[in-house]
């Protein structure tokens, strides 16, 4: 059974950095492209960043760029997340999703495989 599973949130204090995970179970990762969402209290799930199936596009939202970076580690099976000098703005939960060979436009609703998500909070 196809299974995703995000580690690395925690607590950091701002200008801080964490580096997320997201592991694969049932398939392998490099025939997906992967995004990561996130979603504060209140409001709507958002994309982060993407990575396409043959790694060689990615994407970042424009309240990320510059900070963040999006990796494949294939010996691991896993996508990463670096997260550097976040703000309390970064805060949410963070969730990684999958789809299959696939190149298009990464949206949410465009993505049929999620994990459960990892608590990012950004405070001092």
């Known amino acids: 059974q196809l299974q995703l599973v995000e580690s690395g949130g925690g607590l950091v204090q701002p200008g801080g950095s964490l580096r997320l995970s997201c592991a694969a179970s049932?398939?392998?990762?490099?025939?997906?492209?992967i995004g990561w969402f996130r979603q504060a209290p209140g409001k709507e799930r958002e994309g982060v960043s993407c990575?396409?199936?043959?790694?060689?596009?990615?994407k970042y939202a424009d309240s990320v760029k510059g900070r963040f970076t999006i990796s494949r580690d294939s010996a691991k099976n896993t996508v990463l997340l670096q997260m550097n000098n976040l703000k309390p703005e970064d805060t949410a939960v963070y969730y990684c999703?999958?789809?299959?060979?696939?190149?298009?436009?990464?949206?949410?609703?465009?993505?049929?495989?999620w994990g459960k998500g990892t608590l990012v909070t950004v405070s001092s």
């Open positions: 999703a999958a789809r299959a060979y696939y190149n298009g436009a990464c949206g949410p609703d465009a993505m049929p495989h």
């Open positions: 049932g398939f392998t990762l490099e025939d997906y492209s």
């Open positions: 990575i396409s199936y043959t790694g060689a596009r990615t």
